[in-house]
């Protein structure tokens, strides 16, 4: 089993040191004090989204009514993924409490059913390993490797989930064999609730409810919400600054409410002891540190036209002019998409 380089931790003091120096200590420990009636505030409420964005398309019929409930859902499941994002960084209770945060990591596994203990692998040797190429799960086995634009567009899609099975795959060979058969068992368990939930509602309604209510959700809106999610992480970057290798998108109050503040990415790997209900607070204040370094807000429109209509490479200065690809002519021209 290779080691990695944890290359993240090698820059991470002189990144810390520079921001200290415009962000005092004590706000930082200020920002990292954990309120758990604010964790499950937001619980609740993605619940009660969950479940009456669910009636609403059960009960309608209409396009213009369902479509939006679903698509809404689409980022009601990311907001799951984002709750077992905090589980992971144990960020919840002021006290640890292992079983009822192991129990909490499945709950919020389930609506989009990968594996809590995948995610929270991969995740945390995401941050150890930014900015490598190698190391870093995401950036080795997930971001697109042919910088084609209908190749992107495939992430967008259905295909973002065998795309993402085949990057969780790929590195799972690398995880001990306990863990990787841990995963396989919360992978099949939830995939046998999914299944069960689509089957009880095509029973109790019939098919096109089902589509409405599950299916549509998820193979359709759930992936516009994941990788517009990705797009204001790490796309937009600075390579030779590791302070930019994050993408900084401050957003509105709408982008806050759909992505669960996590349209804050770069904040979190800077303090990733920052609860998500203080990353707005934290923003704030790295505002003059990110004007003093040269690092300018973006926006989802625009980070979308850079991506597709600019035709941008992931994990690249979008702001430097790169090279034109030599054509291609003939039969070398053409690949099939590996999914």
């Known amino acids: 089993m290779a080691k990695k380089a944890n290359s993240w931790f090698q820059v ?8 200290r120096a415009e ?24 619940y009660l989204q969950l ?11 209409n396009p213009w009514i369902w479509l939006p409930a679903a698509f809404i859902q689409g980022f009601t499941v990311l907001g799951f993924i984002i709750l077992l994002h905090e589980q992971l960084h144990n960020v919840i209770f002021k006290k640890r409490h292992p079983r009822i945060n192991t129990m909490l990591g499945y709950l919020y596994a389930l609506p ?7 995610f929270t692998r991969w995740h945390l040797d995401h941050h150890a390993n930014l900015g490598s190429e190698i190391d870093d799960p995401k950036r080795a086995h997930l971001s697109p490797k042919k910088n084609k634009r209908w ?9 973002l989930l065998p795309i993402y099975g085949r990057a969780a795959k790929a590195e799972n060979l690398t995880y001990p064999a306990e863990l990787t058969r841990k ?4 992978r099949a368990v939830n995939f046998a609730i999914h299944l069960a939930i689509a089957g009880g509602i095509w029973y109790l309604a019939d098919a096109y409810t089902m589509l409405r209510v599950h299916l549509i959700p998820m193979t359709v809106f759930f992936p516009i919400a994941f990788i517009l999610n990705r797009l204001g992480q790490h796309y937009w970057i600075d390579p030779d600054d590791p302070v930019k290798w994050g993408t ?5 109050a709408p982008i806050h409410f759909l992505f669960l503040w996590s349209n804050f990415h770069i904040e979190h790997h800077y303090f990733p002891q920052v609860p998500m209900y203080n990353l707005k607070a ?31 490479k992931a994990h690249t200065n979008w702001d430097v002019t790169e090279p034109a690809e030599p054509t291609v002519h003939g039969a070398e021209a053409y690949s099939e998409p590996r999914l």
Not at 31 to 38: A, D, T, V
Not at 183 to 186: L, N, S, V, Y
């Open 12 to 19: 991470q003091d002189d990144v810390l040191t520079r921001i």
């Open 23 to 46: 962000l005092p200590s004590e706000r930082v420990r200020e920002l990292q004090r954990l309120r758990p009636w604010r964790h499950f505030l937001t619980v609740g409420r993605l």
């Open 112 to 118: 989009s059913a990968i594996s809590s203990s995948q």
């Open 183 to 186: 995963i396989k068992r919360q």
């Open 51 to 61: 479940f009456l964005l669910a009636y609403i398309c059960w009960q309608f019929t």
């Open 282 to 312: 934290l923003n704030r204040e790295l505002r003059p540190f990110f004007e003093k370094v040269g690092m300018p807000n973006r926006t989802y429109p625009e980070l979308l036209w850079g991506w597709l209509v600019r035709n941008k």
């Open 248 to 252: 900084r998108v401050d957003g509105s």
């Open 151 to 159: 190749y992107k567009l495939l992430y967008f899609t259905i295909a």
